[in-house]
């Protein structure tokens, strides 16, 4: 399967946040956001063929390490992703899955999917990008692969705001499950990779975040080692 990196480092988004990781990033991906802050594993997917053999032996470089992240780009598209989630299941590890929720998770080994459908906010130019707009938007949101995972896993939903309007989009979003989501269990992440804008975000999304009951979600890695890859 094509990897774009490993590393090890600090989960920096989610209820997990500040574990010590092993981050395993997919290249590739079925959407193409605006604002992808992974573009080397989408728009561009770099990187190099490895088995499930050899990438289980670069996680096991960290012993005391018992956390696993799956992401990408989009790690439900690669080749081997169920595969190698079973393998890091059957070493004992907590796994995360990362996903835009697109691709139905078929008993795939998770302990935390961490779901992250894209809002409008994501869509590529309608101009420069015509063809994957369209790919993007009939993608993006699929309300009957959402449910199968968070009937099947412990979940979080990780969604990325760049306005307070995102708000009422994604609310209609969650109400169009026909689930009872926690409200708790919604992270709203402020859209962008330089703390400046994310800070400028956390005022509003912060008030917003009191008034209607959602969690605020911060980045910590990028207070902590700024948007560099292998963080
Ligand atoms: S789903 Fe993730 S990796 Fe794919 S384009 Fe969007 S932000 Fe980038």
Redesign the pocket.
């Known amino acids: 399967m094509l990897i774009s990196e490993i590393f090890h480092s600090i989960q920096g988004e989610g209820e997990l946040t500040g574990i010590p990781s092993v981050f395993v990033r997919t290249s590739g991906?079925?959407?193409?956001?605006t604002?992808?802050?992974?573009?080397y594993?989408?728009?561009n997917p770099e990187g190099e063929t490895r088995n499930v053999a050899d990438i289980l032996r670069t996680i096991e470089q960290h012993p005391a390490t018992r956390h696993v992240v799956l992401t990408?780009?989009?790690p439900m598209i690669a080749k081997d992703i169920r595969p190698l989630a079973a393998a890091v299941r059957a070493s004992g590890r907590h796994i995360t899955i990362e996903t835009?929720g697109t691709v139905a998770p078929q008993g795939i080994a998770c302990d935390l999917a961490s779901l992250?459908p894209?809002l409008l906010n994501?869509a590529p130019d309608a101009l420069e990008h015509a063809t994957w707009r369209r790919k993007?938007e009939a993608t993006?949101w699929q309300p009957e692969v959402i449910r199968a995972w968070i009937d099947a896993y412990p979940y979080q939903f990780k969604f990325?705001v760049a306005r307070p309007g995102d708000v009422d989009e994604l609310e209609h979003m969650l109400a169009a499950l026909g689930r009872e989501i926690p409200r708790h269990k919604v992270l709203l992440m402020p859209e962008g990779t330089s703390l400046d804008k994310i800070r400028s975000r956390a005022v509003w999304l912060g008030e917003l975040c009191k008034a209607r009951g959602y969690r605020y979600a911060h980045r910590l890695h990028i207070e902590l080692y700024g948007n560099q890859r292998g963080t």
């Open positions: 991906c079925n959407l193409r956001c604002w992808c802050d992974t573009p594993a989408s728009w990408g780009g989009e835009a992250s894209k994501s993007h993006r990325v």
